[in-house]
T-cell receptor, first 108, second 114 residues
């Protein structure tokens, strides 16, 4: 079992819709959870982090964490074509372990 | 702040040659990480340093790979001898303890071994 698992996609949504990206992790000792966005040919950039169970909102982005289910998600509201990228879930137990990433395509 | 600076941006080398990748972390950051990204394996952590000291090198694939951090503002990742399967994008990232684990990545070095 991989330490951090994501559906590779692609996930395709129409412009203006809500995109839902999911991630599961195996280490129950994980303390911090991150979402990175990576455009093609570019480096990953941090967009959200969450430490506690529940929801955390930042603009159009909402991160959700359920430690009992070992599940992290990212919701993107009012999706825009510029949101088209690969979204990487990362989990920290002292070092960041990344999932394979989910490719999101937002179609105009 | 100039961010994390990596060089070169692209490297094409022949199998068997030595390759050295370079990284300058963000000033003041005390953690430095080397990652490798491929389509097949995603983003893999190779090694990380804290205050210039290697902490965990369990991700280094083979003895052909070595990394050093002689001072707080410079690190190298060396592959000797290089092989075609080493072709990947190598990222350096840095962070500051207390930031909660969020890393800032450099632009990466795309390595092609032919």
């Amino acid at each position: 079992q991989k330490e951090v698992e994501q559906n590779s996609g692609p996930l395709s949504v129409p412009e203006g819709a809500i995109a839902s990206l999911n991630c599961t992790y195996s280490d129950r000792g994980s303390q911090s959870f991150f979402w990175y966005r990576q455009y093609s040919g570019k480096s990953p950039e941090l967009i959200m982090f969450i430490y506690s169970n529940g929801d955390k909102e930042d603009g159009r982005f909402t991160a959700q964490l359920n430690k009992a289910s070992q599940y992290v998600s990212l919701l993107i509201r009012d999706s825009q074509p510029s949101d088209s990228a690969t979204y990487l879930c990362a989990v920290s137990t002292g070092k960041l372990i990344f999932g394979q990433g989910t490719t999101l395509q937002v179609k105009p | 702040d100039a961010g994390v600076i990596q060089s070169p941006r692209h490297e094409v080398t022949e199998m068997g040659q030595e390759v050295t990748l370079r990284c300058k972390p963000i000033s003041g950051h005390d953690y430095l990480f080397w990652y490798r990204q491929t389509m097949m394996r995603g983003l893999e952590l190779l090694i990380y340093f804290n205050n210039n000291v290697p902490i965990d090198d369990s991700g280094m694939p083979e003895d052909r790979f070595s990394a050093k951090m002689p001072n707080a503002s410079f690190s190298t990742l060396k592959i000797q001898p290089s092989e075609p399967r080493d072709s990947a994008v190598y990222f350096c990232a840095s962070s500051l303890a207390g930031q909660g684990g969020g890393y800032t990545f450099g632009s990466g070095t795309r390595l092609t071994v032919v």
